[in-house]
């Protein structure tokens, strides 16, 4: 079984900076992409960006292309989300997720983090 573990979230005003971190743990983790996802009261939960584990190459949402990164430690099976530039439309519970090998889509979640961005 794989287990995520997010870190990081908290309460910043618009404008600052903070960042996510999402810890791996299982015998049997190989994933394929890690990405990072998020809910807002009221909305559906929407993609915010995504890690291929192997080489590396990332995608992100239109919203957050210029202001987030997401990258990772494959030694600590760990990916991050570097956030600059934090508006108040990006309040939500972050989670991170994992697909395995062989899994058409993202497979394992964490139990996310709440990020909250005063005015």
């Known amino acids: 079984q794989v287990q995520l573990v997010e870190s990081g979230g908290g309460l910043v005003q618009a404008g600052g900076s903070l960042r996510l971190s999402c810890a791996a743990s299982?015998?049997?983790?190989?994933?394929?992409?890690m990405g990072w996802f998020r809910q807002a009261p009221g909305k559906e939960r929407e993609f915010v960006g995504r890690?291929?584990?192997?080489?590396?190459?990332?995608v992100y949402a239109d919203s957050v292309r210029t202001r987030f990164t997401v990258s990772r430690e494959k030694v600590k099976t760990t990916i991050y989300l570097q956030m600059n530039s934090l508006r108040p439309e990006d309040t939500a519970v972050y989670y991170c997720?994992?697909?395995?090998?062989?899994?058409?889509?993202?497979?394992?979640w964490g139990q996310g983090t709440q990020v909250t961005v005063s005015s």
């Open positions: 890690i291929r584990w192997s080489g590396g190459e990332t």
């Open positions: 299982g015998r049997t983790f190989s994933p394929v992409a």
């Open positions: 997720a994992a697909q395995q090998v062989g899994s058409p889509n993202y497979n394992f």
